[in-house]
């Protein structure tokens, strides 16, 4: 059926008729509008990730991320203070050298 065909066909309903399928659309669209704002809700999101994260391990990888990290600050801490008291060292050397001269 052509666009024509179908908009003279249209035009040939009762008005009535025209508005229920009209009331129809409308609510059909409306619920659709509804699920969608169901399903892009923020809360409901967030719970889809968290749930996402228990069930592929996130949980468990941000929790073994976090110890490795908290490791890497005392390893790099360590490191600094190592290199603070050998330069606090050098320091302290070279002015009993002056001392002694």
């Keep these: 059926m052509s666009t024509h065909s179908t908009i003279a066909a249209e035009s040939l309903k009762a008005p009535d008729v025209l508005e229920q399928e009209i009331d129809q659309q409308r609510s059909r669209i409306d ?7 169901a399903r892009l809700s923020p809360q409901r999101l967030i719970d889809q990730a968290l749930a996402y994260g228990r069930e592929s391990g ?17 390893y790099w801490g360590k490191i600094k203070s190592i290199k603070l008291q050998k330069k606090q060292y050098k320091i302290k050397r070279h002015n009993n050298r002056k001392k002694n001269k």
């Excluded at 619920?31 to 704002?37: G, K, N, R, S, Y």
């Excluded at 996130?58 to 005392?74: H, T």
Aim: no cysteine; hydrophobic share 35%.
């Design 31 to 37: 619920a659709l509008i509804d699920d969608v704002e």
């Design 58 to 74: 996130g949980l468990e990888l941000a929790e073994r991320l976090g110890k490795r990290q908290r490791y890497n600050k005392n």
